[in-house]
């Protein structure tokens, strides 16, 4: 049995982070809500042990450069000699796939969702960025139900036309072509998971199911499926496409979004996500850290140069806030911490869990 987590814990810093409870134990690390004490904020902290070395250092070059609404964000990374742990965003509502064994899912609701993941994996796409490993359990949502990708673990940075052979994922959402031994391209197989995903999003069943893995694998390669006659036209259309054996005839996500049956009912079809750059931080926002004890130019230093610290994860959950928010939280600091200067440097101190 697991055992109930610390309330506090060494690593993250006190008074930085409160341990609360345990949520996930993936492959490369366990993932535990926490709460940000200033801003009284819930966060989810990945730890991964340094053995996992490039898995953890690959995630988080990755997360450093993703600011899409639809993907988790990082707040800040804390290294110890023998754990890294990733300060991310928390997202409530918990896994898609949990909402999925949960729900019936009619093919609107479905396509909302869906318009999310795809405008989050384009633009990683974008960015030569592959998830390579999309499926509802790595799909979070948050108090609204918005759709966050999560779980970069296994993404990677490829080059056009590049072929990659170390195999990653899940079975039932691996594209084809990674059960060949034959190299593959990253995209491709993003889109032939998305595919899966989304059958099973409107089905609650996965399209390619055996109980027996190498059947499954067979299965798989066929490309063979039968789709629910619930299915409408354009759903059965679309799900085709990107369940095609042939990853050179698969469209791109960028394709799909000016699918039909994606654009459905609505006045113009999707379009990529724009990233807004910002060259200078919400002089707003680093008023209300003034406020609580920060240093000014602890604050701009950390943003400019991307330090990924305890100023900078505050900075980025308080300016994630809303205007009004954020002026109920300085109401709230003001009280809790009067005069209180916080420690900018997180210490070097002993590894957790031990």
């Given at each position: 049995m697991r055992q109930r987590l610390p309330p506090t814990s060494p690593a993250l810093g006190p008074p930085y982070y409160e341990m609360l409870n345990f949520i996930d134990c993936g492959a490369f690390g366990v993932v535990t809500l926490a709460q940000h004490l200033m801003t009284?904020?819930?966060?989810?902290?990945?730890?991964?042990?340094?053995?996992?070395?490039?898995?953890?250092?690959?995630?988080?070059?990755?997360?450093?450069?993703?600011?899409?609404?639809?993907s988790i964000k990082l707040f800040q990374i804390i290294n110890t000699t023998e754990s890294c742990h990733l300060v991310l965003e928390y997202a409530p509502g918990g896994s898609l796939y949990n909402w999925i064994q949960q729900n019936i899912m009619m093919e609107e609701e479905a396509r909302a969702m869906f318009q999310q993941i795809l405008s989050a994996i384009e633009y990683c796409h974008h960015k030569m960025i592959a998830h390579r490993d999309l499926k509802p359990?790595?799909?979070?949502?948050?108090?609204?139900?918005?759709?966050?990708?999560?779980?970069?673990?296994?993404?990677?940075?490829?080059?056009?036309?590049?072929?990659?052979?170390?195999?990653p994922g899940t079975l039932p959402y691996m594209a084809p072509e990674l059960l060949l031994g034959q190299g593959y391209e990253c995209p491709a197989m993003d889109v032939w998971a998305l595919g899966v995903t989304l059958f099973e999003m409107v089905s609650n069943t996965l399209p390619f199911v055996s109980e027996n893995n190498v059947k499954l694998k067979d299965i798989i390669r066929s490309g063979h499926y039968i789709?629910?006659?619930?299915?409408?036209?354009?759903?059965?259309?679309?799900?085709?496409?990107?369940?095609?054996a042939d990853p050179k005839e698969r469209p791109t996500v960028k394709q799909i979004m000016r699918d039909p049956w994606v654009n459905n009912g609505q006045d113009l079809p999707l379009t990529p996500f724009q990233e807004q750059i910002l060259d200078h931080p919400n002089s707003e926002t680093i008023q209300l850290m003034v406020a609580m004890g920060f240093e000014a130019?602890?604050?701009?230093?950390?943003?400019?140069?991307?330090?990924?610290?305890?100023?900078?994860?505050?900075?980025?959950?308080?300016?994630?806030?809303?205007?009004?928010?954020?002026?109920?939280?300085?109401?709230?600091?003001s009280l809790k911490f009067p005069v209180q200067r916080v420690l900018i440097q997180t210490p070097s101190m002993p590894p957790w869990p031990p």
């Open positions: 009284e904020t819930k966060v989810a902290v990945k730890t991964t042990d340094k053995t996992a070395f490039i898995t953890s250092h690959r995630e988080t070059n990755i997360l450093k450069t993703l600011h899409h609404p639809n359990s790595n799909i979070l949502l948050d108090s609204q139900r918005n759709i966050k990708i999560a779980d970069f673990g296994l993404a990677i940075t490829y080059h056009e036309g590049q072929r990659l052979r170390v195999c789709c629910p006659p619930s299915f409408s036209v354009g759903l059965k259309g679309l799900i085709k496409n990107m369940l095609t130019e602890n604050i701009t230093t950390a943003i400019k140069e991307k330090l990924y610290n305890y100023p900078m994860a505050t900075y980025l959950i308080l300016d994630g806030k809303k205007p009004n928010l954020r002026t109920h939280l300085l109401l709230g600091i």
